[in-house]
């Protein structure tokens, strides 16, 4: 067959390998935008994290980190189809698979040593609760978590009972189920207190949505992992097409 019939022919294949990479680069760009919105509002919504830590956690900043190469990269792979060279078409693929590795190894790893991690995080917890003190990373945590999870304490509000913030101040004003009801003195005192702060444990808790969560982050992080192979297959398809049929894309 002559080349420029086989060209013709071709022409159909790339147009629509490149219509669905453009496709694809849009839906990976905007899961970069997702995680930057994650990373953003992290710090309170991944407050507890920070217990592991004096410095605070840098999960955050890990997915602010992440969603904006991903915003780049992404807006690169629109260009590099709509430009149609092979080598920037490789480089996304590249980029791909790194990307495709990394989330791999992490979903693998936070699976087989989730164990580590809840007694990791248990240790961190007691910790922060000893040296409470209001001001640092590790105490605003443990306020927002009691806040949140309508909690006080690590296995239930009696834990602060053995704290130097206790022998001072009583129990933190986190712990109450209602500020208005709260008064320094009722604080102080743990038979009185009993009635106005939360009695739960606030590890437990933790642990428990962890869990119970585990299956479907594990799911949707292999799901997400395993979405990059398109991409992957995508450009790899379209750069070899191009290269092949010496297509120029318009």
Not at 68 to 83: D, E, N, S, Y
Not at 213 to 234: D, P, R
Request: glycine share 8%; net charge neutral; proline share 3%.
């Amino acid at each position: 067959m002559p080349p420029h019939s086989r060209r013709l022919q071709t022409k159909p294949v790339i147009t629509c390998l490149k219509t669905f990479l453009v496709s694809y680069s849009l839906i990976f760009w905007f899961t970069g935008v997702i995680l930057l919105a994650v990373g953003v509002s992290g710090k309170v919504s991944l407050a507890y994290l920070s217990l592991a830590s004096e410095e605070g956690t840098n999960a955050p900043y890990v997915l602010i980190g992440t969603g904006a190469i991903i915003v780049i990269f992404g807006l690169f792979g629109c260009f590099a189809t709509c430009r149609g060279s092979p080598w920037m078409l490789k480089l996304y693929a590249m980029f791909l698979a790194v990307v495709f590795l990394a989330e791999l190894v992490a979903g693998i790893s936070g699976f087989i040593f989730r164990h580590e991690i809840k007694a990791t995080l248990g240790g961190a917890y007691k910790d922060a609760v000893q040296n409470y003190n209001t001001t640092d990373s590790r105490s605003t945590a443990i306020d927002t978590i009691q806040k949140t999870l309508l909690c006080c304490g690590v296995n239930n509000y009696t834990d602060w009972i053995d704290t130097a913030y206790f022998n001072e101040n009583g129990f933190p004003t986190s712990c109450c189920k209602d500020v208005s009801n709260c008064s320094a003195e009722t604080l102080k005192i743990p038979d009185k207190a009993k009635a106005v702060v939360f009695n739960e444990g606030c590890f437990m808790k933790v642990t428990n949505a962890m869990e119970a969560n585990l299956g479907i982050i594990a799911g949707i992080s292999f799901g997400i992992a395993f979405f990059q192979l398109i991409g992957i297959f995508l450009a790899c398809c379209l750069s070899r097409y191009i290269t092949n049929n010496q297509y120029e894309m318009v």
